[in-house]
């Protein structure tokens, strides 16, 4: 391949990435300005990376640049946006938060951009070695992210993460190089193309398989591979919390689906079982294990190990179909979730000594935009109609229909029905509770706008699905 | 005019304009929620203008692409099972409303779910595609969850939690057998639809309907809820408050019969003939045993309850007795259901916000202190009983008499049920209002007018129904006819009679004349 240089498709990261450095420099150098300004030029770089995605939506140069390093195709452009979406609100959030606790740190911002860019590299990335890179760069930023505060929890949850967080890089480096020992390449299309022709050693490329599949289990925490979360989500800073179970589950499935959907294309008929029993068990374990949770962060954390399984459940669907349900269902998850750890945010307070279930008592009497944001959230969550998050159950049950994974799908609704009773707790703590005593949640504006925009989006969503779904169709197609 | 999304989306202006005012006094918040319901209603008569009573097809009918790539549309239309639930709704719901003076907190939220449920309510009984049903048919447990778990009394919120969680499970059936139609019509005409009209014409194999008949009908036994399947619903009735008393019993549980006589019968004919005296059975059970707990309550509320699970049986039976004069009296039923128990209900709740029990042992003689409450409920109970001149009176009979048509034995024991109701529903009145006078209740207040303007309207129509329900068979009769050909000529195998249905879907189908039962009870003749 002639190696020319492209550097239009990768314009998003390499904005962020300078953003980032800009921020990160003039932190230490200009003092005594107000973070306001950096808060501001950070959202300046995330709405520039948006910007450069958005152009590349019609490219018509090369499928893959940067020596068959870098994708481009729609489904990165949809990717990205929702990445940095999330950003955008995870910065925000942040803000607010590190202000509140008085913890304010300028390293915040940059740390936010270099981990956003991790997460739209990992997307497009169509080679095995670019993909690790981007992994690193993501879960570097956001151990030290959620070390971030000085409570001990974030401490503890900070070292959980990296080591957990290594050992699964160290699969996920070793399924690579299997894969480079059965196919002579760490490109995705060349892997697919030695796997398709038989060229390669099949017990290798099926080793890769299985290292790699557990790689990326831990990222969008599927069970046997879940511990970390429910530890790294509680310890977090809500604010980096909101932001990293949005974000890295968006980016980390994306690269999954790329990788299997490219690479091990050929291969889907052995991957596929593995997709289904890893959807099986964590819609399962993670419905029923968020039942015993009394802290609100445990308990969105092993949710959101069910919707990985959801998730993982419209992949049992290979190609196209699969990858736009699964895609739906990415964009339904990231606006809820973050929506709902903002207001577990908000409810928090200062130093997170409220994350209690029992917080929660009473809350709609003592705040009731936080309660009516919050049930919106939760109902989305537990997929009740007209909410966005029943939609893309159903795309993704359809899709699994379609595969002829109508167990899973019976699985996953009898899940769901488990999955209503905990997050219908929170409502009954809410609504069918007198207040106790206790302070009241956060009032300040700005997060409470911000918050406003996903519980929007979660209605709206609902209600007019279609709004997105031509896009996210259109852009179901890997190109290689 | 569309009429019905007029229906569906005038209740949500409602609810939107309670959210933006801020601070309305409680009378203001239920003055805007009443004017809104009495809205719906004036659009519901006009609706039933605009309904023709010779067509057995779907009328009205109104579609909007929703998501077009899925094949889902906004498509909603009335035909003779919904017309009158329609109206039911839009007409039991400012009576909810003006049950409420007893709530005092957060009313403007509660005036709110209370519109939000009329929404979806209306919204389940008025869609023709599958998936936007199920929308509605789901949406409307959060409001009456909040409900009950924000309003009710006692064990509100383990009564809120098991109606919501019994409903979801049964509906999880539902979902799963919609996606499995949805995905059948993708491998059949290669083009995904939700549309009822496009899945009736799928062929499903013998087992496959089997499966689908039994998951469809497993989320509508929940909501009737057909023995063995109905202990949620005492627990919900009697905690929650009475409006939602009201709104459950009238109006919630007839999503339940409804889907059957609208999605099993109609896409799962074979299947239906299948199970259909099994169903018959459980539905006798439910009956019998219904009114047999019912004897044993000493809550009012609780009685009225499962008096409930008992009337609800009639319906089923008459469903899946197959014969034209049982469907239409399930129909007639599900209305006179409502409008009767929707009584009691609002009579009990009058009595409770001025005794402050349910319990029967601790009433009794305030036949004197409130006879006009008295003559309520006894005008009701005796409508529940079913006695004739009364609504139930028809629905009741239609049923047996299509049943013993049908199935000698069962219709039988249904009878049953009618004398059973006879012997409890007289003995609540007794314990309540007969007796010696007590002493420390003699200054209660007798009925007010706000609850005369509640009462009256219902026993008006009490009386019309009971008198001459012609005027709402005659547009019932062509869709059960319909509905009940198209079964049993499935069952029979024989060809001829599809093809007519089918051309029934289309809004111009005359049906040729002679070919439909006369209305009337009167005009019934057993053979």
Known sequence: MNPTVELAPIAPELILVGAAIVVLLGGVIVRGVDRLVWLFASLAGVAGAATASVLLWDWDGELTVLAGSVAVDRFGVVVRLIVLGVAAIGLLYGHHYLERSGEARIEFYPLVLFATAGMTLFAVSADLIVAFLALEILSLSLYVLTGLSRRLGSVEGAMKYFLLGAFSSAFFLFGVAMAYGATGSTSLAAVADALAGQTGSMALGLTAVGLLAVGFAFKVSAVPFHMWTPDVYQGAPTAVTAFMAAGTKVAAFAALMRVFNVAFQPLTWDWQPIVWALAAISIVAGSVLAIAQTDIKRMLAYSSISHAGFVLTGLTAPGETGIASALFYLVAYAVTVIGAFGVVMLVSGRGEQRTSLSSYTGLAARSPFAAALLTVFLLSLAGIPPTVGFVAKVSVFSAAMEAGAWSLVLIGVLASVVAAFFYLRVIVLMYMREPEEGTEPDPSLLPRLTIAVPALAVLVLGLFPGLVIGFLDSAAVLRW | ?527
């Open chain 2, 1 to 527: 005019m569309p009429w019905l999304t007029a229906l569906i989306v005038l209740p949500l202006v409602g609810v939107v304009a309670l959210a933006v005012w801020r601070g309305p006094s409680d009378a203001q918040a239920r003055a805007v929620a009443l004017v809104v319901a009495l809205a719906d209603l004036v659009v519901a008569l006009g609706m039933v203008g605009a309904f023709d009573p010779q067509s057995s097809g779907y009328q009205l009918v109104e579609q909007v692409d929703w998501v077009a790539s899925l094949g889902l549309s906004y498509l909603v239309g009335v035909d003779g099972f919904s017309v009158w639930l329609v109206v039911l709704t839009a007409f039991m719901t400012p009576i909810a409303i003006l049950s409420t003076w007893g709530i005092t907190s957060r009313v403007r939220l509660f005036m709110a779910l209370t519109l939000l449920l009329e929404t979806c309510i209306l919204g389940s009984f008025l869609a023709l595609d599958l998936l936007l049903f199920f929308v509605f048919f789901e949406a409307l447990l959060v409001p009456m969850f909040l409900m009950i778990g924000g309003w009710g009394s006692g064990r509100r919120v383990y009564a809120a939690v098991k109606f919501f969680l019994f409903t979801m499970a049964g509906s999880a059936f539902l979902l799963i057998g919609i996606v499995y139609l949805w995905f059948q019509t993708v491998e059949q005409f290669s083009r995904g639809s939700f549309d009822i009209r496009v899945i009736e014409q799928l062929s499903l194999g013998t087992g496959t309907q089997r499966w689908l008949f039994v998951g469809f009908f497993t989320a509508f036994a929940v909501k009737v809820p057909l023995f063995p399947l109905h202990t949620w619903l005492p627990d919900a009735h009697t905690e929650a408050p009475t409006a939602g008393s009201i709104v459950l019993a009238a109006l919630l549980l007839k999503a339940g019969p409804y889907g059957m006589l609208r999605f099993n019968l109609d896409l799962f004919p074979e299947a239906s003939v299948t199970f259909a005296d099994a169903i018959g059975v459980l539905a006798v059970i439910g009956i019998v045993y219904g009114a047999v707990v019912a004897m044993m309550q000493s809550d009012v509320k609780r009685l009225v309850a499962y008096s409930s699970v008992s009337h609800m049986g009639f319906v089923v039976l008459g469903i899946f007795m197959l014969t034209p004069e049982s469907s239409s009296g399930a129909v007639l039923q599900m209305v006179n259901h409502g409008l009767s128990t929707g009584l009691l209900f609002f009579a009990i709740g009058m009595l409770y916000e001025r005794t402050h029990t349910r319990d029967m042992g601790e009433m009794g003689g305030l036949a004197t202190i409130t006879p006009w409450i008295a003559a309520t409920f006894l005008i009701a109970s005796l409508s529940s009983i079913g006695l004739p001149g009364l609504n139930n009176f028809v629905g009741e009979f239609l049923v047996i008499l299509g049943s013993f048509d049908a199935n000698r034995w069962l219709g039988g024991v249904a009878v049953a049920g009618v004398v059973l109701a006879a012997i409890y529903m007289l003995w609540a009145y007794q314990k309540t209002f007969h007796g010696p006078e007590p002493e420390e209740r003699r200054g209660l207040l007798d009925i007010v007018p706000h609850e005369v303007a509640a009462v009256v309207p219902v026993l008006a129509v009490m009386l019309v129904l009971g008198v001459y329900p012609k005027v709402a068979l005659d547009r019932i009769n062509p869709s059960t006819e319909g509905i009940v050909n198209w079964v049993s000529s499935v069952a029979e195998g024989q060809e001829g009679l599809p093809g007519g249905l089918r051309a029934a879907i289309q809004d111009d189908y005359v049906p040729p004349p002679g070919s439909l039962v006369a209305a009337g009870p009167s005009d019934e003749v057993s053979p």
